[in-house]
């Protein structure tokens, strides 16, 4: 069965300390891996896309890597505003047309000033 | 662009009534999605849609029906509200294939009691 594992559930970090997210996935093939950030109240919102093992994709202080079978989201001196829950998803290649989305349970991160 | 847009906000529905979400894109997006987002739990897929007047079933669709008359607008019908329909919804959609990005909207917050 695909699933999708993130750790840790939550995370509380001061500023400026860095740290990383896991995203550990079981698909049959993976077509894609996404990573959205969504704050309270709100919806997700895309931050990467990555589609094979070794691919890296950077926005600010924030870094998504790929491995056949994990995702890390790294976070380097994390600010105040980067507080938020981060969901990964994927896309198997058994979805075929559906474009369905599996994700995991996400992980709250609270950066503290 | 103002994106997807999804209305109401908010409801309260009691057990056995009937009400539709309305969710709007346009991004002139192919595909749209319907998701339903519980506490601790990953988005689950309720049903999608790959263009006007195709619609299907996915992971969660019991409860609920949808159309697509529109390329803008894909609707969500709730028939004979349950307490297990208590939930978030979010409303999404991409642009040609199922496995481009998915860009979501606001979400509705739906109480049954």
């Known amino acids: 069965e695909d699933q999708v594992t993130q750790s840790p559930e939550a995370l509380r970090l001061q500023e400026g300390e860095s740290s990383s997210l896991n995203c550990s996935y079981t698909v049959s093939g993976l077509r894609g891996l996404f990573w959205y950030r969504q704050d309270p109240g709100k919806g997700p919102e895309f931050l990467f896309t990555?589609?094979?093992a070794g691919e890296e994709k950077e926005k600010e202080r924030l870094k998504a890597t790929l491995t056949k079978k994990e995702s890390f989201l790294h976070i380097t001196a994390p600010k105040p505003e980067d507080s938020a829950t981060y969901l990964c998803a994927v896309q198997a290649v058994g979805s075929g047309n559906t474009g369905k989305l599996i994700f995991g349970q996400g992980t709250t991160l609270q950066v503290k000033p | 662009n103002a994106g997807v847009t999804q209305t109401p906000k908010f409801r309260i529905l009691k057990i056995g009534q009937s009400m539709t979400l309305q969710c709007t894109q346009d991004?002139?997006?192919?595909?749209m999605y319907w998701y339903r987002q519980d506490p601790g739990m990953g988005l689950k897929l309720i049903y999608y849609?790959?263009?006007?007047?195709?619609?299907d079933k996915g992971e969660v669709p019991n409860g609920y029906n949808v159309s697509r008359s529109t390329t803008e607008d894909f609707p969500l019908r709730l028939e004979l509200a349950a307490p297990s329909q208590t939930s978030v919804y979010f409303c999404a959609s991409s642009y040609l294939t199922s496995s481009d990005t998915q860009y979501f909207g606001p979400g509705t917050r739906l109480t049954v009691l």
């Open positions: 849609s790959v263009g006007a007047g195709i619609t």
């Open positions: 990555l589609y094979s």
């Open positions: 991004m002139n997006h192919n595909y």
